[in-house]
T-cell receptor
Framework: DTEVTQTPKHLVMGMTNKKSLKCEQHMGHRAMYWYKQKAKKPPELMFVYSYEKLSINESVPSRFSPECPNSSLLNLHLHALQPEDSALYLC????????????FGAGTRLSVL | GESVGLHLPTLSVQEGDNSIINCAYSNSASDYFIWYKQESGKGPQFIIDIRSNMDKRQGQRVTVLLNKTVKHLSLQIAATQPGDSAVYFCAEPRNRDDKIIFGKGTRLHILP
């Protein structure tokens, strides 16, 4: 089973809202990732968690706040987003950071109004 | 700087024919590559990988070729089917900071 589950699949939010994206994997992977993907572009790395600790923050604005409650779960808290933050947000996991093969979820399609 | 890029943004192939998707890279020290397939409404899906000590690797209906001399790799899909319609990314896991560098992607259209 190489499944990474993301919820919700779609999210519409206003610029003053607070919402959270959730990601879950039960493959025993110790590295988890958040990516942002705009239309017709490759995924762009946002954050990396390795053994439940934040190891990479790609200079992401503070209105995006990641959280890793345990080794199976990854959250992305959203607050005061801008319309240009509308995108597909992808979660991925790998056996360990630097292993190479990352397994992706289906993503959350986010629209900021 | 480093880059992993694809030669064509869109490729149209007749159903049943073979598809070849190309990718160039710039770092001669690159030693590991991955191909991902992203269907509409889904996340990227791992297809096949290859290390630099190999020239060729085969999977089910897919073959990846690596030419280190000209820093080029290709993904060949045999007997292309409608389900192969997707965007294909070549990607390079980078050793120095453990990030994956994605190419720009090639959209594969299957003609009936």
């Amino acid at each position: 089973d190489t499944e990474v589950t993301q919820t919700p699949k779609h999210l519409v939010m206003g610029m003053t809202n607070k919402k959270s994206l959730k990601c879950e994997q039960h493959m025993g992977h110790r590295a988890m990732y958040w990516y942002k993907q705009k239309a017709k572009k490759p995924p762009e790395l946002m954050f990396v968690y390795s053994y439940e600790k934040l190891s990479i923050n790609e200079s992401v604005p503070s209105r995006f706040s990641p959280e890793c409650p345990n080794s199976s779960l990854l959250n992305l808290h959203l607050h005061a987003l801008q319309p240009e933050d509308s995108a597909l947000y992808l979660c991925a996991s790998s056996q360990r950071h630097g292993n190479g093969i990352q397994y992706f979820g289906a993503g959350t399609r986010l629209s900021v109004l | 700087g480093e880059s992993v890029g694809l030669h064509l943004p869109t490729l149209s192939v007749q159903e049943g024919d073979n598809s070849i998707i190309n990718c160039a890279y710039s770092n001669s020290a690159s030693d590991y590559f991955i191909w991902y397939k992203q269907e509409s409404g889904k996340g990227p899906q791992f297809i096949i990988d290859i290390r630099s000590n190999m020239d060729k690797r085969q999977g089910q209906r897919v073959t990846v070729l690596l030419n280190k001399t000209v820093k080029h790799l290709s993904l060949q899909i045999a007997a292309t089917q409608p389900g192969d319609s997707a965007v294909y990314f070549c990607a390079e896991p980078r050793n120095r900071d453990d990030k994956i560098i994605f190419g720009k992607g090639t959209r594969l259209h299957i003609l009936p």
